[in-house]
Structure formats: structure tokens, C-alpha cells
Nanobody, 121 residues
């Protein structure tokens, strides 16, 4: 069974950095899109960044210039490098992916379990 597993969250002081990793495990034929969302307590889940396999990238305005999304789709992996972190970046970060699962060749949209990022002095 295909699933997404995140790692890399934790506690960091303002101005610090973290790198989140999302691995699509199982029989994955191809990852088409990988996205990172976040949800802070009491707030709605928001899209942070997205990376399509044709190279198209999207960032929400609040993270532009600080966060970088990247991928190694040969390894079914996606990454979110977060620099210059601010307390308002504190949230649970979720990986979301559109992929093709083998051997059925079915299109799937999956969510990871989430990883908590806390930015505080």
C-alpha cells in the first residue's frame, strides 16, 4: 500500500532552519505533484508550497524567499527547506501528493500523517 511519510519537524528558535522530508513508500510508478500544507492551532489548513513534475513551483506569499521546495522523484521523495523561521510558521506540516500507484496505474491523492514544527524563543 502506498503511503506518504513525513519527517524532520521539531523545535527551533526564530531565525533557525529545518528541513522536512516526505517519502512516498510502496509501489509508486510516478509522483506527479508534491505539496506541503500546514495547519496552525485554530486555523485552517493552508497550502505552503507545491512542486509539479514539470518543474512548476508555487509558494504562498508568506514563505517566499524563506522556504524552498525540492524533489528527488527518482526516489519518490520531496523536501521543504525552511529558513529564517518565524513564530508564525509554527504549525503541523503535511505532505500531500498526487501519484500513480502500481501495478494498477491508478491515480491517487495521499496525505502524510503530519509533522509538528514549533518556532519559539
Amino acid at each position: 500500500q502506498v503511503q506518504l511519510v513525513e519527517s524532520g519537524g521539531g523545535f527551533v528558535q526564530p531565525g533557525g532552519s529545518l528541513r522536512l522530508t516526505c517519502i512516498a513508500s510502496g509501489n509508486v510508478v510516478r509522483v506527479n505533484v508534491m505539496r506541503w500544507y500546514r495547519q496552525a492551532p485554530g486555523k485552517q489548513r493552508e497550502l505552503v508550497a507545491a512542486l509539479h513534475n514539470d518543474g512548476i513551483i508555487h509558494y504562498t506569499d508568506s514563505v517566499k524567499g524563506r522556504f524552498t521546495i525540492s524533489e528527488n522523484y527518482a526516489k519518490n521523495a520531496g523536501y521543504l527547506q525552511m529558513n529564517s523561521l518565524k513564530p508564525e510558521d509554527t504549525a503541523t506540516y503535511y505532505c500531500n501528493g498526487n501519484l500513480i500507484e502500481g501495478p494498477s496505474m491508478m491515480y491517487r491523492e495521499l496525505w502524510g500523517q503530519g509533522t509538528l514544527v514549533t518556532v519559539s524563543a
